[in-house]
């Protein structure tokens, strides 16, 4: 039975309650409008007259109503005032912009459009313009930032808009058909190696293959989960025939030497896996989620497998940034546009589109499940299972050097040479591409 004191220190605390959750509620309001005005454009260097900005897209495809789908719509309804001139290389390539400087306000690519930009004389510092609108960059994904960073001489002349990075998708019906074990989060590269060999087999006259890497190459050399670089800026040393490289080519070059496994990437991999529904795993963007042209009907999706050593790290980031020109001549408003998509609705928007935020939020995956329809019933955990792994270098020398790489992952993956000499001849001939470079004036 309750004493006479309890009743009484329950009755004080039921007093206190709307109290304290009043003082509570302050306080959390007081806290969000201190973040707000921290991260907010400082609307005194915005033009509250028309602007119009010029956007020209790196890609030969895509659309101006994609991108004001993606992007545009976000920013005009925070800034009505502002509207797009959108150009895409596929009618105006970019030699013909370089030539005719043409006053880009904002161009829109990947890591790789970096040196080209810079080449052209197009990039220049954000950070002093953050600093004026009261953008706050540690909000940021900081690993987009600092490869962005380490690209351009440490100067940061552009913002992500998103992230990509690969998963693994699997066609439940292959695994059904043979009564394999579907794929799971965390898988080793070995496992998935061990599920590969169960589920490639010639059936009813259809070669069925295991795995492919749509971006073998690509992935091998950048994205890698160690980190692994091509070319060291700190020594400018060429690093082919070192650290991870053999270790790494031989993981994946096992899963060729399968009998009746073929090397299919690129097209190949998309036709084996959507058209032809024969190929069982297929590493892709984990974008693919909301497009169902990249999936079979059967689809679900796994984390990256990982090396052993390396539990829970998937494969690098590939943002996708606005690079602000050197020629714009509305940096305020073209800035504050590029902040605008960076905003919490803006990366919502993408975030529908199975567009991993560039953003910093909490319960990414949870937000996906619910937002994206297509991953309805699917693994949506998957997206946010590993972490990435250090940045690679995305400089010039590293670009230069990749050409012998890729020559030597597509020798070895195709059985035209074994590990050893399909490094070794990579190694010697980015040497020479290095002393070429230095001769000519390019390199240090």
């Known amino acids: 039975m309750m004493n006479h004191e309890s009743k009484s220190s329950r009755r004080k605390l039921r007093m206190l309650l709307p109290i304290m959750m009043t003082t509570l509620f302050l306080g959390a309001c007081s806290e969000k409008a201190s973040i707000e005005k921290e991260t907010a454009p400082n609307a005194d260097t915005i033009s509250k007259e028309p602007v119009e900005l010029s956007i020209y897209w790196m890609y030969n495809s895509s659309s ?56 052209a004389g197009y ?53 059904d058909k043979f009564g394999v074990a579907y794929p799971k989060n965390g898988m080793t ?27 073998l190459n690509g992935t091998l050399i950048q994205l890698n989960s160690y980190g692994q670089e091509v070319f060291v800026p700190k020594t400018n040393k060429v690093t082919i025939n070192e650290g991870q490289w053999p270790n790494i080519l031989r993981t994946f070059q096992r899963f060729f030497d399968i009998p009746g496994h073929e090397y299919l990437v690129g097209t190949g991999t998309v036709d084996a896996f959507i058209k032809e529904q024969r190929l069982a795993m297929r590493v892709g963007l984990a974008s693919y989620v909301s497009d169902p042209t990249q ?43 590029m902040t605008a998509i960076l905003s919490e609705e803006g990366q919502l928007t993408l975030l529908r589109r199975g567009q991993l935020p560039a953003l910093k939020m909490p319960n990414i995956a949870e937000k996906m499940a619910q937002e994206v329809p297509s991953l309805k019933g699917k693994n949506a955990s998957a997206l946010t299972f590993n972490n990435f792994p250090a940045v690679t270098s995305f ?24 590990v050893n000499t399909a490094l070794r001849t990579a190694q010697e001939k980015a040497e020479r591409t290095m002393e070429e470079r230095k001769a000519a004036g390019l390199a240090k």
């Open 189 to 215: 590269w070995d496992e998935t190696y061990d599920l590969a060999r169960k589920v490639t087999r010639l059936e009813g006259g259809t070669q069925y293959v295991g795995f492919s890497h749509q971006f």
């Open 395 to 418: 400089t010039k020398e590293a670009a230069a050097v990749r050409p012998p790489f890729t020559e030597a992952i597509t020798a070895v993956m195709t059985g035209k040479s074994d």
């Open 123 to 175: 990039l220049r510092d954000i950070t002093p313009l953050a600093k004026k609108q009261n953008f706050n960059l540690e909000q940021v994904e900081p690993k987009a930032l600092d490869m962005l960073a380490s690209a351009n001489n440490g100067v940061l002349p552009g913002l992500p808009s998103y992230l990509n990075y690969h998963v693994l998708y699997y066609n439940r019906d292959i695994f």
């Open 295 to 337: 999936l079979p009907p059967n689809w679900d999706v796994v984390s990256l497998p990982v090396f052993s050593d390396l539990p829970k790290v998937g494969s690098g980031i590939e943002p996708i940034y606005f690079y602000l020109s050197s020629l714009s001549e509305k940096p305020n408003e073209a800035f504050a546009a």
């Open 64 to 119: 101006e109503q994609l991108f004001m789908e993606q992007f545009g719509n976000s920013i005009v309804k925070k800034y009505p005032n502002i509207s797009f001139k959108w150009v895409s290389a596929a009618s105006v390539g970019f030699d013909a912009v370089v030539t005719n400087k043409e006053k880009v306000d904002i161009f829109y690519g990947n890591i790789n459009n970096a040196a080209a930009l810079s080449d």
